[in-house]
T-cell receptor
Framework: RKEVEQDPGPFNVPEGATVAFNCTYSNSASQSFFWYRQDCRKEPKLLMSVYSSGNEDGRFTAQLNRASQYISLLIRDSKLSDSATYLCVVNEGGYQKVTFGTGTKLQVIP | DAGVTQSPTHLIKTRGQHVTLRCSPISGHKSVSWYQQVLGQGPQFIFQYYEKEERGRGNFPDRFSARQFPNYSSELNVNALLLGDSALYLC???????????FGPGTRLTVL
């Protein structure tokens, strides 16, 4: 089992739709979690941290479920500019600390 | 404020050569991490440095090494380059080892 798993997609959704991505992780001792977005041939950019209590930033909501070992990202009212690859990141602590998922590609269609 | 900077932006080398990549973190950030990203994959963790000490290492061979300088900038060195080392090399800085990381634009390395 991969340490961090994401559905690679692509997810093709119309403008205005709501879309959700999940990311599962294998190390139950993982300490911190993040979502990044990456545009084609660009560096990843931090979208949001993920807290146990859940957190929201505008149209974006992130949640952590420690019992089931997954994090989620919900995007409401999708915009064309949301088209990108969304990477989940798990900081496991210890010496091999940070693991990225392979990313989920989102394409928002007019 | 300046973000994370990396140099060079692009590099072409041949097999067996050596390469040095450079990174300057965001002012005030003391931790620098290096990642390798090949097409279609997420970034793979190579090293993390904090206060000039190695604090994390991924599953990369000993041909990969790094260091952090007193001004918190960092170098990634790769010896005996292989074709499979062709990738985008990303540097990320953070305040400490567990905070959010902010990425530089990367160095695109091509090994021929």
């Amino acid at each position: 089992r991969k340490e961090v798993e994401q559905d690679p997609g692509p997810f093709n959704v119309p403008e205005g739709a709501t879309v959700a991505f999940n990311c599962t992780y294998s190390n139950s001792a993982s300490q911190s979690f993040f979502w990044y977005r990456q545009d084609c041939r660009k560096e990843p950019k931090l979208l949001m941290s993920v807290y146990s209590s859940g957190n929201e930033d505008g149209r974006f909501t992130a949640q952590l479920n420690r019992a089931s070992q997954y994090i989620s990202l919900l995007i409401r009212d999708s915009k064309l500019s949301d088209s990108a690859t969304y990477l989940c990141v798990v900081n496991e602590g210890g010496y091999q600390k940070v693991t990225f998922g392979t990313g989920t590609k989102l394409q928002v269609i007019p | 404020d300046a973000g994370v900077t990396q140099s060079p932006t692009h590099l072409i080398k041949t097999r067996g050569q050596h390469v040095t990549l450079r990174c300057s973190p965001i002012s005030g950030h003391k931790s620098v991490s290096w990642y390798q990203q090949v097409l279609g994959q997420g970034p793979q963790f190579i090293f993390q440095y904090y206060e000039k000490e190695e604090r994390g290492r991924g599953n990369f061979p000993d041909r990969f090494s790094a260091r952090q300088f007193p001004n918190y900038s960092s170098e990634l060195n790769v010896n005996a380059l292989l074709l499979g080392d062709s990738a985008l090399y990303l540097c990320a800085s953070s305040l400490t080892t567990d905070n959010e990381q902010f990425f530089g634009p990367g160095t695109r390395l091509t090994v021929l």
